[in-house]
T-cell receptor, first 111, second 112 residues
């Protein structure tokens, strides 16, 4: 069966510090991968998606970036965090269908 | 750009009551999904509906898809505290990237 992992689970970082969130998927090959941000427990905002290694599409211009160095690894990064980057970050994967399967999320607080 | 509207935004009910939440789209749904998200966790897929008029049941949950494929409802019978969570609807945008557009959700609280 497929499993998706995210870490860390929680993170508190000062403004201006760098960020690296990691997501890995097990039990499937060549998944589509997605990064979302969720503010105040409401709707999900798609940040990036990837259909293959090294292929990244950005949905929202911002100071975040994403990379996919391996088939089942997806990384969300920032060089300098802003207060507005605080939120709940979710990674998800899908196969050749619309159903998406989410990781447990990372709660980021920028202070 | 497709817009998904969910109503109500918030719903607080007592255990044992029935409820219905709604999801409406500005355009025809491609592939509508319902997810439930518990506090501090990622959303979990409940169901996918693709055919106009389709009805699917998942234990006490009944999902309906409108004939014109622009609206959907989720009905919960005899709600339990374990049903508490954020209910999100989502639609596929088409294409091989399988992106989803999410509504803002209905936050349901079932009080014991």
């Amino acid at each position: 069966s497929q499993t998706i992992h995210q870490w860390p689970a929680t993170l508190v970082q000062p403004v201006g510090s760098p960020l690296s969130l990691e997501c890995t998927v097990e039990g499937t090959s060549n998944p589509n991968l997605y990064w979302y941000r969720q503010a105040a427990g409401r709707g999900l905002q798609l940040l990036f998606y990837s259909v293959g290694i090294g292929q990244i599409s950005s949905e929202v211009p911002q100071n975040l970036s994403a990379s996919r160095p391996q088939d089942r690894q997806f990384i969300l990064s920032s060089k300098k965090l802003l207060l507005s980057d605080s939120g709940f970050y979710l990674c998800a994967w899908s196969g050749v269908r619309y159903e998406q399967y989410f990781g447990p999320g990372t709660r980021l607080t920028v202070t | 750009t497709q817009l998904l509207e969910q109503s109500p935004q918030f719903l607080s009910i007592q255990e044992g009551e029935n409820l219905t939440v709604y999801c409406n789209s500005s355009s025809v749904f491609s592939s509508l999904q319902w997810y439930r998200q518990e506090p501090g966790e990622g959303p979990v897929l409940l169901v996918t509906v693709v055919t106009g008029g389709e009805v699917k049941k998942l234990k006490r949950l009944t999902f309906q898809f409108g004939d014109a494929r622009k609206d959907s409802s989720l009905h919960i019978t005899a709600a339990q505290p374990g049903d508490t969570g954020l209910y999100l609807c989502a639609d596929g945008s088409g294409g091989s990237n399988y992106k989803l557009t999410f509504g803002k959700g209905t936050l349901l609280t079932v009080n014991p």
